[in-house]
């Protein structure tokens, strides 16, 4: 089975982007081991793609929860609490990271301080 075949495989094991466990279950007892570990590799990047990790240090508020939602339609929404951010959030997407804190924003302030001052 070549690796086209696979990633399908993957794509249809999710309803409404979940992972639905009687598919996979029927898929995997007809792969090789090879095909298993590709199968495995296929199904991680499907849910990297469908998934946003949203850091946060301080409580957020459902509102703000709900707002940020929003802007991810179609994506499973996970809050973390991390307490090594100073007043901010990081959100991660897939590979696109932004990070909006207090931390970075003092070093904007400061670089911009030392370049035009």
Sequence with gaps: MDKKLIKKLAIVSYINNKLNEEKVNRIVKNLSRRELREYIKALRDLQNKNTVYV???NELD???KREIEGIFPNKEVIFRRNKDLILGVKITENDIVS???LNNS?????????KYL
Excluded: A, C, G, V
């Design 106 to 114: 003092l070093k904007q302030i400061t670089m911009y301080f030392d």
């Design 55 to 57: 850091d946060y240090s």
């Design 62 to 64: 459902d509102n703000y």
């Design 99 to 101: 990070n909006i804190n």
